[in-house]
């Protein structure tokens, strides 16, 4: 499906002053060939988004879209509104399972890194319609997906980006 992938982030919340810095995003992604497009929206699926969202449908090469928002109803309009136009992932943590069960075909995640084990199951009993299961482990697991969530925890890694030890790797960021 996407056997080598190249991203381009767009970390905007698109609202109104916002407009051109995404042009330029997209002109970037078109331009690099980017494929998926990581939106980072901090409203509702408004005029604006639907906008954005008919730009990024033009874009051949962009065939994926990391669903970033809290609003789990995104999920459900990004395919009515494109039906199978993009591939959708999940990329908020503590809503991967609800995401999953919407339709989301993946999970970009940082908690994974942590608990590959319990991340690539909860994945698959999700994908496998086994929801029960997948609950299970979602319920111990989501207190440790929240901290994900949190911006200033999340941003409490940004200085070790570029640092690598026996125990870590380096982050790809090419």
Known sequence: MLSEVRMLICASDLGKGSRSDFRMAVQLAIKHNAQIIYLHVLEHFTEVI???????????????????TTDIRRITELYNRFDDRFIVFSGVDDIALESLMLGATGW??????????????????AQQGRYAEAVEIY????PLLRLDTIPELAAFGQPFLHQATIYTRLLDTT
């Open 108 to 125: 970009i995640s940082g908690l994974t890194n942590a608990f590959p084990k319990e991340s690539v199951t909860l994945y698959k009993r």
């Open 139 to 142: 319920r111990w697991f989501l």
């Open 50 to 68: 639907e906008e954005v969202m008919d730009e990024l449908a033009k874009c051949a090469n962009i065939v994926a879209v990391k669903e970033s």
